[in-house]
């Protein structure tokens, strides 16, 4: 059974950081594309950060600068540290493993920025 289990999400003041993780069971965790995605209220679900092949990464814009993903392929986890935040970056954050056709997803975890 395939199991991706975020952690690390919670309140922040503007300007924190937070590291979230995302822990994967159930696969070959090396050969899945791993990402991060964020949903805020009303709000479609976007892109945050992703490897694109190998250990290339790619970001948003709204987080190039702040935001930096990084994989552990020995504890099959990745990982999103998270600095300079803002309240924009309220959201409910979501770890995603894809290798061709196979396309998991987590449960998410709240990130909340605010004094």
């Known amino acids: 059974q395939v199991q991706l289990a975020e952690s690390g999400g919670g309140l922040v003041q503007p300007g924190g950081s937070l590291r979230l993780s995302c822990a994967a069971s159930?696969?070959?965790?090396?050969?899945?594309?791993m990402s991060w995605y964020r949903q805020a209220p009303g709000k479609q679900r976007e892109l945050v950060a992703g490897?694109?092949?190998?250990?290339?990464?790619n970001y948003a814009n709204s987080v190039k600068g702040r935001f930096t993903i990084s994989r552990d392929n020995g504890k099959k986890t990745v990982y999103l540290q998270m600095n300079s935040l803002k309240p924009e970056d309220t959201a409910v954050y979501y770890c995603?493993?894809?290798?061709?056709?196979?396309?998991?997803w987590g449960q998410g975890t709240q990130v909340t920025v605010s004094s």
């Open positions: 995603r493993a894809k290798f061709g056709a196979r396309d998991y």
């Open positions: 159930g696969i070959i965790f090396s050969l899945y594309t």
């Open positions: 490897f694109t092949d190998g250990l290339n990464t």
